[in-house]
Nanobody, 121 residues
Framework: QLVVSGGGLVQAGGSLRLSCAAS????????MGWFRQAPGKEREFVAA????????YYANSARGRFTISRDNAMLAVYLRMESLKPEDTAVYYC????????????????WGQGTQVTVSS
């Protein structure tokens, strides 16, 4: 089970940190990712982190502004978002995949419930 928290309303240029808490010790065996879906748009990849946390992957829209990290001892993965833009407004989901380097949603096995991030201009 994945439980997402940390969304909210923020002004453009602001920051938010999303958290995803996992249950189960198998968490440390999963490649973890963040996705988002804006109204009327398809779900898109945002960022992902390897099992050890040593490798990270970002969508072009997120690179340089977002930072993904994980704490296997705490069974959690985080997404730090800075310099937020109105186009970052979406529901953000964390997900777990058995596949290394997974950047498409169909490769993910488990999904959190999502959290709304709204960036006002």
């Amino acid at each position: 089970q994945l439980v997402v928290s940390g969304g909210g309303l923020v002004q453009a240029g602001g920051s938010l940190r999303l958290s995803c808490a996992a249950s189960g010790r198998a968490f440390s065996n999963y490649f973890m990712g963040w996705f988002r879906q804006a109204p009327g748009k398809e779900r898109e990849f945002v960022a992902a982190v390897s099992v050890s946390g040593g490798r990270t992957y970002y969508a072009n829209s997120a690179r340089g502004r977002f930072t993904i990290s994980r704490d296997n001892a705490m069974l959690a993965v985080y997404l730090r978002m800075e310099s937020l833009k109105p186009e970052d407004t979406a529901v953000y989901y964390c997900a777990a995949s058995k596949y290394d380097r997974a950047i498409i949603g169909s490769l993910y096995d488990y999904w959190g419930q999502g959290t709304q991030v709204t960036v006002s201009s």
